[in-house]
């Protein structure tokens, strides 16, 4: 199957807002932080459990809303050229070939590799932190975007 598209800045932030937000480490350091005050609160007898939470909530939020700004302005600065383009990709039973005006390479089928469908993207990780950004609009109908999913899945579970 061969895709042609261009990775826009929103495709780009929505995949890593979401990939930060399913990290168990950004979550684990998140909870921790929002959680310090109120706990300590609660362990001194401070205030009502009510307070306590809301104020966990507010700074939880808080941290995502802030996490988000810079995000945007990071991503705005530092605008990854070779990902921000035109993007020509392959998939067949050799593997994933990847081609745009900056570099071109292939990634071999191996077991540890993933597909996944968010937020309007379809992601199939390479490697724990590498993953080739499908939008969905680069398929011409749903049902092409669940066959490219379902072939990915077959190739990687026959892989050694």
Known sequence: MQLEYEIKFMDFLKFQLVHQFFSIPIQIFAILFAGIVPLI????????????????????????IFQL???????????????????????????????NKYLKGTYFWNNKMKVVERTGNVLIYVSANIAVLIP?????????????????????????
């Open 69 to 99: 700004i810079f995000l945007i302005y990071y991503l705005w600065l530092k605008a990854d050229h070779i990902l921000l383009t035109k993007q020509f990709l392959e998939v067949s039973s050799d593997g994933i070939f990847s081609k």
């Open 41 to 64: 609160q609660q362990l001194n007898n401070q205030c009502p459990l009510i307070v306590s939470v809301l104020l966990f909530l507010f700074v939880y939020f808080s941290m995502w």
């Open 136 to 160: 969905k609009r680069a398929f011409k109908s749903r049902e092409e975007c669940k066959e490219l999913m379902d072939f990915v899945k077959k190739e990687i579970s026959e892989s050694n």
